[in-house]
Nanobody, 119 residues
Framework: VQLVESGGGLVQPGGSLRLSCAASGFTFEIYAIGWFRQAPGKEREGVSCISRSEETTYYATSVKGRFTISRDDVKNTVYLQMNNLKPEDTAVYYC?????????????WGQGTQVTVSS
């Protein structure tokens, strides 16, 4: 199992980024895939989860209405579109397999990509 995140960077408050999670080594389309983040000095938290076949999506309250998760089962990739970014969104963002409605993961993790929101 391999998960590779990309798309992070430095953005000003109010800006946008799109993160990508490219997966390989497993049957991608049968797994729910999620995004998680960890800010300095804080515990890792769930951000969003998308079920297989895009049937259902889940979001943390803090990002609902600003972030959108999607998946492309042909490209074996999950995306996280992040709009209206705030300084409190600064964190390392990870994707992981086998997430659930409570934004937990029971599977494998990527190495993470840094998102910094600052003026």
């Amino acid at each position: 199992v391999q998960l590779v995140e990309s798309g992070g960077g430095l953005v000003q408050p109010g800006g946008s980024l799109r993160l990508s999670c490219a997966a390989s080594g497993f049957t991608f389309e049968i797994y729910a895939i999620g995004w998680f983040r960890q800010a300095p000095g804080k515990e890792r938290e769930g951000v969003s989860c998308i079920s297989r076949s895009e049937e259902t999506t889940y979001y943390a309250t803090s990002v609902k209405g600003r972030f959108t998760i999607s998946r492309d089962d042909v490209k074996n990739t999950v995306y996280l579109q992040m709009n209206n970014l705030k300084p409190e969104d600064t964190a390392v963002y990870y994707c992981a397999t086998d997430c659930d409605a409570l934004l937990r993961s029971f599977g494998s993790w990527g190495q993470g990509t840094q998102v910094t929101v600052s003026s």
